[in-house]
């Protein structure tokens, strides 16, 4: 008797146990179709984390994770990355401060360009007031010296210091703005020139950008083309 319930509760689990195995077999084939369909996309996003945090520090990561990408997809990171000079050397120039090198995450350079531009705009507001100050002086204790000679002298060297101040602070602005815009194209091309690299996208292809335009469909961006 025991071994008919025996045999009989076998026969009633065999139906599950085959579902069962089914189930697993079918859920294992979805977890391959994701795995294999989700990989691209999957990478395209690391890499592109990478370059948001820090291109050059994680170059070599990008380099490898891009080696399982195709061209298509290299070439739409180049694309999503790519750094355009002329609006990062107009924050350098305005309002300066190396604002457009510190948005490049070049650091150094807007260290050097914020000093610059601190010392530079300093100088200038102190040569202003010196200048604002000898203005007041000359009309009003210039007056009531009665054109004294000794007094006329101080008031000379009074104008003296205060436009070599003015005009030293003016010079480092100079210098800062021309340094800022030639940081800011100089970082621009080699950080593009080396992310074309470090993707691969250099080796034997022939890689060229123009701007897009396109009112009708409302279209405007930067278009890059590969010829493999």
């Not at 025996?6 to 146990?17: G, Q």
């Not at 579902?19 to 989700?38: H, K, N």
């Not at 807007?110 to 010196?130: E, I, K, P, Q, R």
């Amino acid at each position: 008797m025991k071994k008919i319930y025996f045999c009989a509760l076998i026969l009633f689990l065999i139906p599950f146990s085959a579902l069962s195995a089914q189930t697993m077999t079918d859920e294992e084939l979805d977890s391959r179709i994701l795995e294999v369909l989700g990989d691209t996309e999957y990478i395209k996003n690391k890499v592109n984390d990478f370059v948001a945090t820090s291109f050059f520090a994680n170059e070599q990561v990008i380099g490898d994770l891009a080696l399982d990408l195709p061209s298509e997809d290299r070439l739409e990171i180049l694309e999503k990355n790519f750094m355009d000079k002329s609006s990062f050397v107009f924050l350098n120039l305005w309002p300066g401060f190396g604002v457009g090198s510190f948005r490049q995450k070049d650091y150094a350079s807007f260290g050097l360009l914020c000093g610059l531009d601190v010392l530079g705009y300093s100088a200038m507001l102190v040569g202003t007031g010196w200048l604002l100050v000898d203005v007041f002086i000359s009309v009003f204790v210039g007056a009531l010296s009665g054109g004294n000679a000794s007094s006329d002298n101080q008031l000379k060297a009074l104008y003296t210091g205060a436009f070599i101040t003015l005009g030293a602070g003016l010079g480092v602005e100079i210098v800062s703005k021309i340094i800022g815009g030639i940081f800011a194209a100089r970082y621009t091309e080699k950080y593009n020139l080396r992310m074309q690299k470090v993707l691969q996208l250099d080796n034997n292809n022939s890689l060229a950008f123009s701007p897009l335009i396109d009112p009708t469909e409302n279209k405007y961006g930067l278009m890059a083309s590969i010829k493999l």
